[in-house]
């Protein structure tokens, strides 16, 4: 059995706004990972299954290795069809926003999603939720939206309506957001939740190869290139830094996606605890950040203080405006401020 994590409260209330809702709308944050697809998909199977108008509109494209997800061919790719996806926002009577905790993360979408008359519900396993929906499920000491989602359907009392498609994703989210149940996957409900997953017949080892085992032949020369020649160890800080520019990347013609997972490898070195990877974005004029730790370091921290950003206690992300040099020192005097910390044990 399942704790019962979310409201009873939470859950009635739900029930009554999605037997209410006509026009669904479903929306993740910038730069979709497999749990925001995960979550987003999950969600838009089951609520098919419920004979729903829904449609999942995210801010822009989401990378190779996830295209393959049953529902994502009618994925609504804001950046490339604004006007229609306008339109969906502003008449939905409910707007589900996924994985994400405030609006700034959906981007160019903000605006509208802000605006819309829909009722609004989040789902959403980030820290601090913002106060911008009408239902608020966040729980950020689950590891996955995908997992809270699956756990949403059950407390609805339909477990039965979950297809073996919407398990995919389910699980596809689950594992992404856990690096294939390699951290915040202490929980042993994840398994329990595995093993009803595959009872709808999902192949969890496919499902793994297609996200983890189809890249390009680029990507891993642009793996091997980035962690001879860039990667840079702090061993008095027990942390790493790799970055990559602009240039660079068109050297191994980077595709969207190419990069990620970088950012843990340095983590495989003996008491390095924490990571950053900076990489000039090709899309918008500013240098991404991810960063990422073992054990009690807050990476969430140090995003939040140094790169406008923020996330999870080991994974997090910001964003930095100004040239490579500079983040690199931000990136320094990060590590100085921090020094008690990262010296602690890992
Ligand atoms: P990634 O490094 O995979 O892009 O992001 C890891 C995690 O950091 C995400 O799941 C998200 O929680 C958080 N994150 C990434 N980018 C940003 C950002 O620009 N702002 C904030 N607040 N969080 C971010
Ligand atoms: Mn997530």
Redesign the pocket.
């Known amino acids: 059995m399942l704790s019962r994590i979310i409201t009873q409260a939470n859950i009635d209330h739900v029930e009554k706004w999605f037997e209410k809702a006509e026009k669904i709308v479903i929306v993740s944050?910038?730069?979709p990972?497999g749990?925001?697809i995960g979550s987003s998909l999950g969600l838009w199977h089951f609520l098919q299954s419920q004979d729903k108008n829904a449609t999942v509109v995210v801010p822009n494209s989401f990378p190779a290795f996830l295209q393959w997800m049953p529902g994502a061919e009618d994925i609504i790719i804001y950046n490339k069809y604004k006007e229609f996806a306008d339109k969906l926002i502003q008449e939905a009577d409910l707007i589900c926003c996924l994985?994400?905790?405030?609006l700034?993360?959906i981007d160019e979408m903000e605006e509208v999603v802000k605006n819309a008359t829909a009722r609004k519900l989040m789902v959403d396993h980030?820290l601090y939720p913002g106060d911008f929906c009408g239902i608020t499920i966040s729980h950020p000491e689950i590891s996955s939206t995908s997992e809270l989602v699956f756990r949403l359907i059950c407390c609805l009392g339909n477990f039965e309506d979950i297809t073996k498609e919407g398990a995919e994703c389910i699980y596809t989210g689950m594992m992404t957001?856990t690096g294939g149940f390699t951290y915040n996957s202490n929980n042993r409900e994840i398994y329990l939740i595995i093993g009803e997953l595959l009872s709808k017949g999902i192949d969890k080892d496919e499902i793994y190869r297609r996200v983890f085992n189809t890249h390009s032949e680029g990507r891993l020369r642009l793996m091997g290139y980035v962690l001879y020649d860039k990667m840079q160890v702090f061993s008095q800080f027990n942390s790493a830094l790799i970055t990559l520019t602009r240039s660079e990347q068109r050297r191994f013609q980077y595709a969207k996606g190419d990069t990620?997972g970088f950012?843990n490898i340095p983590l495989s070195i003996k008491n390095v605890c924490f990571s950053v990877?900076l990489r000039e974005d090709t899309e918008k004029n500013m240098i991404?950040?991810?960063?990422?730790s073992v054990g009690t370091f807050p990476c969430?921290q140090v995003?939040?203080e140094f790169?406008?950003?923020?996330?999870?206690l080991n994974?997090?992300?910001?964003?930095f405006y100004g040239t490579m040099e500079e983040a690199v020192k931000v990136f320094k005097q990060a590590l100085e401020k921090y020094k008690d910390l990262l010296l602690a044990k890992k």
């Open positions: 944050h910038v730069s990972d749990d925001a994985d994400f905790n405030v700034s993360r980030h957001d990620e950012v990877f991404k950040v991810s960063l990422r969430n995003a939040a790169f406008n950003g923020g996330g999870h994974a997090s992300g910001g964003e």
